[in-house]
């Protein structure tokens, strides 16, 4: 394993994703612009599409101390396109208020730049670095409900949301082998795709010490996998070799109860730049 280095009839309509926290309209004159600011405003600890760092490591410091042993990567972005896909039905469907509107929400993201690594080879005493163009897309599913007249978002609420996955054009990078977590909190061990009830994302305890698991189908291949650091920040995991085989990290939970985070783990092949990830959203209890 090579470790890294480093310092987001029907009714349809598209929604280009917009910044900061400020709604599409200044009235949501529109159910579309409720649920919009639903799901990528109200509820963007679950909704983020962010799968590696955004920050590029020191550079300047592996120069001066370089290390065979771990080599530097990371993404130069030179554009993102983000939309949002909203499908309101016209068939109500149940709920605990009875009989309610339900839309479908599909948020996509793509990144286009250059993957870069600087190595040292120790060898030849040389730094040898290589940059090739990637491109990489996003996709996570939601569903919004709306439970009654209100003037916030017009009554719509997030009622369930999914993993997100990660893929580059072709798709055909391998993911982790035998991804599992250990936590006294869960008698679960297994991280599940899909679209799932908030009420059955996953839960830990508050500062929970929670393991996690994995084999990499090649040992060439790159894991970026991001954890959460703090309450509201994530960081680069920096995995082990496992008593048992494989790798294993263990993640500090969030302090704060009821705040949600995601999980989130990226495969590379550093030959061409074929990518597959998922990204598992939790709540802390």
Known sequence: MKHLVVSSLIALLILMACTG??????????????????????????????????????????????DAENPLYWHTVDSTDEQLRVLISNQPVDSPVGLVEQASGTLTKTWLGVFNSLR????????????????LAGTRSSICQKWGQSSHRRGWILTSIGSARFTSPGGGQSFLNNLVYQS????DSVFHEGVVDTDDILRFDSEEEVTIRYDLNNDSDLLFML??????????????????????VTVAMPSTRRLYGQLRFLVI???DYQAVGYSYNYRVR
């Open 21 to 66: 926290d400020k709604p599409l309209s200044q009235y949501e004159a529109s159910d579309e612009e409720a649920i919009f600011n639903v799901i990528t405003i109200d509820n963007i600890r679950l909704s983020e599409l962010a799968i590696f760092p955004s920050d590029v490591p020191d550079t300047l410091e592996f120069i001066q101390n370089p």
């Open 120 to 135: 040292y080879n120790d060898d030849a005493d040389s730094l040898e670095r290589y940059a090739r163009e990637f491109e």
């Open 184 to 187: 006294e909190s869960n008698s």
């Open 227 to 248: 954890i959460p650091v703090g309450n509201y920040s994530y960081e680069l995991a920096s995995p082990v070799p496992a008593p048992a085989g494989g790798y294993q």
């Open 269 to 271: 092949n550093d030959g």
